[in-house]
C-alpha cells in the first residue's frame, strides 16, 4: 500500500536563475536551484486538544501515521492537495499555520468513510476532518463553507419540525448561500422529470413545498434538542478559547481607535 | 430464535424523508414489491428524520438521539423487533445508532436525557434489528422464490449493482456483515447482485460498487460530485452496463442528476440507465412500469424497459 508522501518543498521557495555565472561557471537554469529554507515557528501547542474538543475529533491522538486514509480518500483521488494523513500530522505537531494553507479545501470531505473503513486505528479520519472543518469555522480562518450552510439549513429543519422536506431545504439553501436559484442544470432536470410524472403526483409534490411534513408532538423533542445544540456550542466555545479571543480582539480595536 | 424467513415477514417500516419527497419511486416501488410478494410493511408510527448526512456535522450524539427515537417507536409503541429501511442514509444512522448506544456511555446518557424531555421510551440497545431492503427481499424470498415468481424475465439486461457508501461502510456498525458463507460482504457486496440474477438479469463485473457518488456535497460541491458520478456512469458503460441497479434515494438521485449536470456542463454525455432494484424485481414479478414508479424517475428508461420486454 503506498503512502502519499506530501512535499514540502514548495514551488515559491524555489529559485532559479535563468542567467548564473559562479567564479566562472556556467550554472544558468537548473544548476543555480537554490531551496530557501522552510522555518516553522509559531506552533499552536493546544490544537490537538482543541480538535479533540470537538465532536469527531476526540480519536485523533491515536493516529501512528500509516497513510491508509489518504490512500483510501475519494477526494484524494480527484485532487492530491487533500491529504487527511498529512492534515493529522501537523494538527499533532501543532503546526498551524502550515494546516491554515489549506484551509479553503479541507472542508470538502464527502463522508464516504473509506477512511473510517481502513484505518487500523480507529482515529476516525472522516469525522476528524468535520471537526477540523469545524475548527477553521470556529475560528474564524474561514467562512462557513458552502457544506456548513448546508447542514445548518437541513439540520434547522429536522430540529423544527421533525422531518425535512426537499424542495423546501433546496430552495433555503441557494437562498442563504446567495446563488442563483434554480442554476440552470437543475432546470433541464425538472423539465425531463415533468415528461412523465402525473398532475395528481406534481400537486402533492407542490402542496409538500408549501405545507411542510411534520412529526407531531414535537414540540418536546424540538426543546431538549434546542437546549443540547446550545450547551454544545457553549461547551466548544469555551474548548477553544473562544470568548477571550474575541475580547483581545476588541481590546484591540478600542486601543487602535484612542 | 425465530429464523429470519419468519422474523422479516412483518417488520416496521422506515421509509425516511427522501422516499417522501425525490425518492418517492423508491418508497412506491418497495411497497409494491412487498405486496406483491406478501411480506407486511407496518409503517412506524408517527416518525422522524433520521439526521440524513447533514446532523451529525451539527452533532454526532443529535442524530443518535433522532435514530434511537424511530427505534423506540417501532419498540415500544408497536411491539415490533425488526425495523427495514430502504434508505442507505436511514440504515446506516439506525445502525449507527444501535452500535454507539451498545458501546458508547456517553451517546447512552444523551440519548436517555433528551428521550426523557421528550416524553417518550428511551431506546435500548438491541431491541429492535435495523436491515435493508435488500435483507428483506433477500431473507424471506430469496434467489429460488423470485426464480418461482419471475413472469418478465430480465435476461439480456446487463447490469451493474451500485451500493454506495453508507450500505457498508464503516463495517464495524455491520457486525452481521463478513460472516462467512450466506453474509453480505463490505467490501464486495452481492445481494443486489444475487436477486437481480435470480431475476434473470445479467450482472456485469463493476468494479465502483461501492465508490462514492458525493451525495454529500451533490449542490455544496456539485463540481466534485459531477466528477465522482461520471466516474461511476462511465465505468458502468466500461464494464457493458445498461443499467444501473441502486438501492439508496441519495445515490440514485445523484446519479440522475449529475449525469444530466455532466452532460450540461462538462459536454459528457451518458447512455446508461438508472433504476431502483425494486423496481426492476417488481418489472420481473409482472408489475407494469407505473406501478413502480418508473413515471417518477427523473432519468427516462421508459423506452429501455419496453425494448426489454417489461411493460
Given amino acids: 500500500m503506498p503512502i502519499h508522501e506530501k512535499s514540502l518543498i514548495r514551488p515559491e521557495n524555489l529559485h532559479v536563475q535563468e542567467q548564473k555565472e559562479v567564479e566562472g561557471v556556467d550554472v544558468s537554469g537548473h544548476w543555480s536551484t537554490f531551496i530557501e529554507t522552510r522555518v516553522v515557528s509559531d506552533y499552536n501547542e493546544a490544537l490537538q486538544e482543541e480538535i479533540e474538543a470537538l465532536p469527531g475529533g476526540e480519536n485523533i491522538h491515536r493516529c501512528w501515521q500509516c497513510g491508509s486514509c489518504t490512500n483510501a480518500c475519494t477526494v484524494h483521488a480527484i485532487n492530491p492537495e487533500f491529504n487527511p494523513r498529512y492534515w493529522i500530522y501537523l494538527i499533532?505537531?501543532?503546526?498551524?499555520?502550515?494546516?491554515?494553507?489549506?484551509?479553503?479545501?479541507?472542508?470538502?470531505?464527502?463522508?464516504?468513510?473509506?477512511?473510517?473503513?481502513a484505518c487500523p486505528r480507529d482515529v476516525v479520519p472522516e469525522a476528524v476532518m468535520k471537526a477540523t472543518a469545524h475548527w477553521l469555522e470556529l475560528k474564524g480562518h474561514t467562512p462557513k463553507s458552502h457544506s456548513t450552510i448546508f447542514d445548518e439549513v437541513f439540520s434547522e429543519q429536522v430540529f423544527e419540525t421533525g422531518k425535512i422536506e426537499d424542495g423546501r431545504t433546496i430552495k433555503q439553501y441557494f437562498k442563504r448561500t446567495g446563488q442563483k436559484f434554480p442554476p440552470n442544470w437543475m432546470v433541464t432536470m425538472v423539465l425531463s422529470l415533468l415528461r412523465n410524472l402525473p398532475v395528481s403526483l406534481l400537486t402533492r409534490m407542490g402542496l409538500a413545498t408549501l405545507i411542510a411534513p411534520k412529526t407531531s408532538d414535537w414540540s418536546k423533542s424540538r426543546e431538549a434538542i434546542k437546549e443540547y445544540v446550545a450547551e454544545q456550542e457553549a461547551h466548544h466555545r469555551k474548548a477553544l478559547g473562544l470568548d477571550e479571543l474575541v475580547r483581545a480582539a476588541e481590546n484591540e480595536i478600542q486601543e487602535a481607535r484612542s | 430464535m425465530t429464523d429470519k424467513k419468519t422474523k422479516y415477514q412483518e417488520v416496521a417500516y422506515y421509509p425516511g424523508c427522501a422516499l417522501e419527497g425525490g425518492g418517492h419511486a423508491y418508497n412506491r416501488s418497495t411497497k409494491a414489491l412487498g405486496k406483491k410478494l406478501g411480506l407486511k410493511l407496518k409503517e412506524v408510527d408517527n416518525w422522524n428524520c433520521c439526521g440524513a448526512m447533514e446532523v451529525k456535522n451539527i452533532d454526532p450524539k443529535l442524530q443518535t438521539y433522532l435514530s434511537s427515537r424511530v427505534m423506540s417507536i417501532a419498540a415500544n409503541k408497536m411491539g415490533m423487533d425488526t425495523v427495514m429501511a430502504?434508505?442507505?442514509?436511514?440504515?446506516?444512522?439506525?445502525?449507527?445508532?444501535?452500535?454507539?448506544?451498545?458501546?458508547?456511555?456517553?451517546?447512552?446518557?444523551?440519548?436517555?436525557?433528551?428521550?426523557?424531555?421528550?416524553?417518550?421510551?428511551?431506546?435500548?440497545?438491541?431491541?429492535?434489528?435495523?436491515?435493508?431492503?435488500?435483507?428483506?427481499?433477500?431473507?424471506?424470498?430469496?434467489?429460488?422464490?423470485?426464480?418461482?415468481?419471475?413472469?418478465?424475465?430480465?435476461?439480456?439486461?446487463?447490469?451493474?449493482?451500485?451500493?454506495?457508501?453508507?450500505?457498508?461502510?464503516?463495517?464495524?456498525?455491520?457486525?452481521?456483515?463478513?460472516?462467512?458463507?450466506?453474509?453480505?460482504?463490505?467490501?464486495?457486496?452481492?445481494?443486489?447482485?444475487?436477486?437481480?440474477?435470480?431475476?434473470?438479469?445479467?450482472?456485469?463485473?463493476?468494479?465502483?460498487?461501492?465508490?462514492?457518488?458525493?451525495?454529500?456535497?451533490?449542490?455544496?460541491?456539485?463540481?466534485?460530485?459531477t466528477k465522482l458520478v461520471?466516474?461511476?456512469?462511465?465505468?458502468?458503460?466500461?464494464?457493458?452496463?445498461?443499467?444501473?441497479?441502486?438501492?439508496?434515494?441519495?445515490?440514485?438521485?445523484?446519479?440522475?442528476?449529475?449525469?444530466?449536470?455532466?452532460?450540461?456542463?462538462?459536454?459528457?454525455?451518458?447512455?446508461?440507465?438508472?433504476?431502483?432494484?425494486?423496481?426492476?424485481?417488481?418489472?420481473?414479478?409482472?408489475?407494469?412500469?407505473?406501478?413502480?414508479?418508473l413515471h417518477e424517475n427523473v432519468s427516462d428508461s421508459f423506452a429501455f424497459v419496453k425494448e426489454k420486454g417489461l411493460a
Fill in chain 2, 230 to 293: 461520471l466516474n461511476i456512469l462511465q465505468a458502468a458503460e466500461a464494464s457493458g452496463a445498461e443499467v444501473i441497479a441502486t438501492e439508496c434515494p441519495t445515490c440514485h438521485s445523484g446519479l440522475e442528476m449529475h449525469q444530466i449536470r455532466a452532460e450540461a456542463t462538462l459536454g459528457v454525455k451518458t447512455n446508461v440507465k438508472i433504476i431502483y432494484f425494486t423496481q426492476l424485481l417488481g418489472m420481473a414479478l409482472g408489475l407494469k412500469p407505473k406501478q413502480v414508479g
Fill in chain 1, 92 to 117: 499533532r505537531m501543532g503546526m498551524e499555520s502550515e494546516l491554515l494553507r489549506d484551509k479553503d479545501i479541507i472542508w470538502q470531505c464527502v463522508s464516504c468513510n473509506k477512511c473510517t473503513y
Fill in chain 2, 86 to 225: 430502504p434508505c442507505n442514509g436511514c440504515y446506516h444512522n439506525l445502525k449507527k445508532a444501535e452500535y454507539d448506544l451498545a458501546n458508547d456511555p456517553e451517546s447512552v446518557e444523551v440519548v436517555e436525557r433528551l428521550s426523557k424531555k421528550s416524553g417518550h421510551d428511551t431506546y435500548q440497545a438491541g431491541q429492535v434489528e435495523t436491515i435493508h431492503a435488500l435483507d428483506w427481499v433477500k431473507e424471506t424470498i430469496g434467489e429460488e422464490g423470485l426464480k418461482e415468481r419471475v413472469k418478465n424475465s430480465l435476461k439480456d439486461m446487463k447490469i451493474a449493482n451500485y451500493y454506495g457508501c453508507m450500505y457498508t461502510r464503516p463495517r464495524h456498525i455491520f457486525p452481521e456483515k463478513d460472516q462467512g458463507p450466506g453474509s453480505e460482504s463490505t467490501s464486495k457486496p452481492h445481494f443486489m447482485d444475487d436477486l437481480l440474477e435470480a431475476a434473470g438479469a445479467e450482472n456485469v463485473e463493476f468494479p465502483l460498487k461501492t465508490a462514492c457518488c458525493g451525495g454529500a456535497h451533490t449542490l455544496s460541491d456539485s463540481d466534485t460530485s
